[in-house]
């Protein structure tokens, strides 16, 4: 079991750049598969980006792809989401989640909000 904290969130205009952090403890870090997944408001949670424990391969959902970049560094036990040319579509709450297997995910982070202004 890991324990997840997600931040870098906050308030961007249409076109802008954020990065998000999530941060494990608790448990070996690296052995994990680690998920972006993000949920509007009154929607209901999807996957957005995801790495696998090497960071060798990484999964993008369509909406996202050339625009967000996930990526990790297993010293610091902490995977980034890289978000550039953000749209007011992309405005939710971004949780952060970890599992041994790819599209198994057991532990979640309580999310970071990310509101894209128009």
């Known amino acids: 079991q890991v324990q997840l904290v997600e931040s870098g969130g906050g308030l961007v205009q249409t076109g802008g750049s954020l990065r998000l952090s999530c941060v494990g403890s608790g448990g070996t870090f690296s052995r994990y598969v680690v998920g972006w997944f993000r949920q509007a408001p009154g929607k209901e949670r999807d996957f957005v980006a995801s790495i696998t424990s090497g960071g060798f391969i990484r999964r993008y959902v369509d909406s996202v792809k050339d625009r967000f970049s996930i990526s990790r560094d297993n010293a610091k036990n902490t995977v980034f989401l890289q978000m550039n040319n953000v749209k007011p579509e992309d405005t939710a709450v971004y949780h952060c989640?970890?599992?041994?297997?790819?599209?198994?995910?057991?532990?979640w982070g309580p999310g970071t909000q990310v509101t894209v202004s128009s």
């Open positions: 989640a970890a599992g041994v297997q790819p599209g198994s995910y057991d532990d």
